[in-house]
Antibody, heavy 124, light 109 residues
């Protein structure tokens, strides 16, 4: 079955760029799925960051759009997140997730597979 | 932008009791609503999609209902492993963006 695994530095300096990768195993990133990033600050709720399709099409959270870039590497079966100009407010657990369309209706989709998450702290 | 408001923030119940969680959308989302369960230190898990369809492997004690702006997640009889935080989520089509509710914590009374 498909599994997702996040990786990247656990500590990023303020004003720097957060970079994470999500490796997809047990399936192809070129399947008919979008691939998303979600984050969760300590003790808080979930915030969607953005998503990518294997074609390279992306959608971003408007509140983060100016700082976010999501890319895909089909040769490595992985996708990546870059978040620039980070501050302490970007400290969070970052999850990658697969978006699956359950059919019949165009908006009938949800995040059915998640990575375990990786904690990123922004601090000098 | 559609806002999802979950209530209550915390639900204190005993094992075996029925849990009723609410999610209200600021405008109609038809039936396009999902529910997730998150336990401490774990990633969220998909429970319900399209308002009322259980995801693979989800026990029958979990059920979802509603359409338009008002949705409910019901746990018919709480098991010890059901004490967790629950989030609702919806997708907007244009632009394509996702929104989560702020969560409801179901805690042991």
């Amino acid at each position: 079955q498909v599994q997702l695994q996040e990786s990247g530095p656990g500590l990023v300096k303020p004003s720097g760029t957060l970079s994470l990768t999500c490796a997809v195993s047990g399936g192809s990133i070129s399947s008919s799925n979008w691939w998303s990033w979600v984050r969760q600050p300590p003790g808080k709720g979930l915030e969607w960051i953005g998503e990518i399709y294997h074609s390279g099409s992306t959608n971003y959270n408007p509140s983060l759009k100016s700082r976010v870039t999501i890319s895909v590497d089909k040769s490595k079966n992985q996708f990546s997140l870059k978040l620039s100009s980070v501050t302490a407010a970007d400290t969070a657990v970052y999850y990658c997730a697969r978006v699956t369309w359950f059919g019949e209706l165009p908006l009938n989709d949800a995040f059915d597979i998640w990575g375990q998450g990786t904690m990123v702290t922004v601090s000098s | 932008e559609i806002v999802l408001t979950q209530s209550p923030a915390t639900l204190s119940l005993s094992p075996g009791e029925r849990a009723t969680l609410s999610c209200r959308a600021s405008q109609s989302v038809s039936s396009y609503l999902a529910w997730y369960q998150q336990k401490p230190g774990q990633a969220p898990r998909l429970l319900i999609y399209d308002a009322s369809n259980r995801a693979t492997g989800i026990p029958a004690r979990f059920s979802g209902s509603g359409s338009g702006t008002d949705f409910t997640l019901t746990i018919s009889s709480l098991e010890p492993e059901d004490f967790a935080v629950y989030y609702c989520q919806q997708r907007s089509n244009w632009p394509r963006t996702w929104t989560f509710g702020q969560g409801t914590k179901v805690e042991i009374k």
